[in-house]
Structures are given as C-alpha cells and as structure tokens.
C-alpha cells in the first residue's frame, strides 16, 4: 500500500496571500507514461469532495487558475496564488497509481487568519 | 448531468448487515471504475472499495471479507453490502466514478452527496 503523507495539518491563511501545501507519498507514482498519479481534492465545509488536479497538475474543469499542482515521484506540491474566501475546506492528495488500493493523505485544514 | 445518489444509511447494531446503494445517473456504472470512500466524523478519507468495469473487485484490509461491492446493469446502480458491522465503521460512506481515460483512471469525479452509517447499540 502505498502511503500518502500531507503538511501541514492545518493552514491559516490571509484573504489574497498565496498558501502551500505539501504531499508526500511513500513509493513513485511516476507512470512510464511519464505522469504522476497523483490527484488533488478539496472538500468544502458540508459538502462531498471536488476534484481539483489530476495527474499531479492539470486542473480539473472549473477549477480556477489560482490553483496548480506541481512535483514528481514521492514530492507534491498544492498552490493558491491568492486565496479566497471560497476556498476554505479541508484538502486532500491521493494516488491512483495503485488502483487496486487507493490511499489519501491525512488532509490539511485551510481556513481563514 | 452526471450524477450519484447514494441512500441506505441508517443506524445499525453491532454485528449488524446494511446494503448502500448508489444510483448512477448521465453515465453506465457498467463501464466505468467505481469506488466508495468512507469518512468517520471529524476524520480523514478512507478509501474502501472499487469495482472495475470488468468486474474485478478489491477491498481495503479491514474490509475484506465483512464488505462486498457489486453492481446491477440495469439498475445503473453501485452497492456495498456491510456484514458484521462495528462501531468504527460509523461514516459517512460516498461513492465516486473513476472515468477511463486515455491515460488510464485518473480521479474520482464525480462523487455523491454520501450516505451516514451509524453503528451503536
């Protein structure tokens, strides 16, 4: 099983400064296909988890610019620009490399200063 | 519209049995991958099960041989049927669609609104 790592647990963040998040997974999810398996969710107060990024950085239909993926391998990184106030909620990474077994990080909370 | 409707929670005893259903609406269950994810209060997500479109079927550790996840074509319906039922399978259970892509399956999208399972006596 491959295991899925985030930090920080729990992000303060000031309306229009940029916030980081960071994941770490326990084996490569770098397919020969030259992507990495790596997805982004974030789940909003009260609701169902939204796919943010898929492939580790490409945005997922409706997502704004603010948002980006980046990294490779076992290193991933979530970025805002500037954060909203929309976009408080709780994130998570996931690998879907092993579809067999599934795994998400722990999440990283994300509220407002 | 792209859609899944989950239902069948509830609370239940201890060792208890509880089928989930989630109706799939604006997509064929048949030919995608499909998954259900669990999140007990105030916790992370836990993944639980998938289904491929071919019919092979996986489970994560805690759940095997106590969950068993299966499908009706004509229902257009996923289900998770839960034996032997314990107090920290109390969750929210969510099923997800993984859309076969060219590259393979690459995210859970959409998912449904979830369905509270309550186990206590």
């Known amino acids: 099983e491959i295991v899925m790592t985030q930090s920080p647990l729990s992000l303060p963040v000031t309306p229009g400064e940029p916030a980081s998040i960071s994941c770490r997974s326990s084996?490569?999810?770098?397919?020969?296909?030259?992507?990495?398996?790596l997805e982004w969710y974030l789940q909003k107060p009260g609701q169902s988890p939204q796919l943010l990024i898929y492939?580790?950085?490409n945005r997922a239909s409706g997502v704004p610019d603010r948002f980006s993926g980046s990294g490779s391998g076992t290193d991933f990184t979530l970025k805002i620009s500037r954060v909203e106030a929309e976009d408080v909620g709780v994130y998570y990474c996931m690998q879907v490399l092993e579809t067999h077994a599934l795994s998400f990080g722990g999440g990283t909370k994300v509220e407002i200063k | 519209e792209v859609q899944l409707v989950e239902s069948g929670g509830g609370l239940i005893q201890p060792g208890g049995s509880l089928r989930l259903s989630c109706a799939a609406s604006?997509?064929?269950?048949?030919?995608?991958?499909m998954t259900w994810v669990r999140q007990a209060p105030g916790k992370g997500l836990e993944w639980v099960s998938i289904m491929y479109s071919g019919g092979t079927r996986y489970y994560a550790d805690s759940m095997k041989g106590r969950f068993t996840i299966s499908r009706d074509n004509s229902k257009n319906t996923l289900y998770l049927q839960m034996n032997s039922l314990r107090a920290e399978d109390t969750a929210v259970y969510y099923c997800?669609?993984?859309?076969?892509?060219?590259?393979?399956?690459?995210?859970?999208?959409?998912w449904g609104q979830g369905t509270l399972v309550t186990v206590s006596s």
């Open positions: 084996q490569s999810l770098l397919h020969s296909n030259g992507y990495n398996y």
């Open positions: 492939l580790g950085s």
């Open positions: 604006g997509f064929s269950v048949s030919t995608n991958y």
């Open positions: 997800a669609r993984l859309p076969i892509t060219v590259f393979g399956v690459v995210s859970l999208d959409p």
